[in-house]
T-cell receptor, first 115, second 113 residues
Framework: DVKVTQSSRYLVKRTGEKVFLECVQD?????MFWYRQDPGLGLRLIYF???????EKGDIPEGYSVSREKKERFSLILESASTNQTSMYLC??????????????FGSGTRLTVV | GQNIDQPTEMTATEGAIVQINCTYQ??????LFWYQQHAGEAPTFLSY????GLEEKGRFSSFLSRSKGYSYLLLKELQMKDSASYLC??????????????FGGGTRLMVKP
């Protein structure tokens, strides 16, 4: 029973391409997040959204944008892919309210390689 | 600011016990989470502590001391499949999104025969 789905597990794109990473959750969560994960650097927050059409920059938003037109879908866009954006991208969601004892639900991740 | 520290790597022997420590400094606190992440896969939830003390769940236990800003994850009877990265994460209600988690860098655990 998959709850957070990322559209691709592996992706190879060329430098300069516009890249879309899709994330869909079926748990009616308000909050959704995009992270990238690189060896030695841990999880770094790119963007997050706490409601439809709302978005907030995380720690490393440069070179990325996001879209949240529907509650269940949060898209990450690489406007012009560069080799330093080669990474594992993780989507996560969590409901609002503080009584949540299981933390994020993560998608399976997308390993993006930019050549 | 927020700071979460955990060791980068640890090695242990199959059948042994290992303790992975996590210290944190955050402006607020509303829970600490431990995740397990196998190479190339997404993190999966292991445990949650919001009050001081020990939470036991099978071979895994997690401890929290809020006054010390300290937690540990204890893995008993280690198995080869426990080789993974273990992520410590803190929920800070003062963050922009009340349920946002801040993650430590992760501890890569290698279990040897």
């Amino acid at each position: 029973d998959v709850k957070v789905t990322q559209s691709s597990r592996y992706l190879v794109k060329r430098t300069g391409e516009k890249v879309f990473l899709e994330c869909v959750q079926d748990m009616d969560h308000e909050n959704m997040f995009w992270y990238r994960q690189d060896p030695g650097l841990g999880l770094r927050l790119i963007y997050f959204s706490y409601d439809v059409k709302m978005k907030e920059k995380g720690d490393i938003p440069e070179g990325y944008s996001v879209s949240r037109e529907k509650k269940e879908r949060f898209s990450l866009i690489l406007e012009s892919a560069s080799t330093n954006q080669t990474s594992m991208y993780l989507c996560a969601s969590i409901p609002s309210g503080l009584v949540v004892n299981y933390g994020y639900t993560f998608g399976s991740g997308t390993r993006l390689t930019v050549v | 600011g927020q700071n979460i520290d955990q060791p980068t790597e640890m090695t242990a022997t199959e059948g042994a016990i290992v303790q992975i420590n996590c210290t944190y400094q955050t402006s607020g606190f509303n829970g600490l989470f431990w995740y397990q992440q196998h190479a190339g896969e997404a993190p999966t939830f292991l445990s949650y502590n919001v009050l001081d003390g020990l939470e036991e769940k099978g071979r895994f236990s997690s401890f929290l001391s809020r006054s010390k800003g300290y937690s540990y994850l204890l893995l008993k009877e280690l198995q080869m499949k426990d080789s993974a990265s273990y992520l410590c994460a803190v929920r800070d209600p003062n963050n922009n999104a009340g349920n946002m988690l801040t993650f430590g860098g992760g501890t890569r655990l290698m279990v040897k025969p």
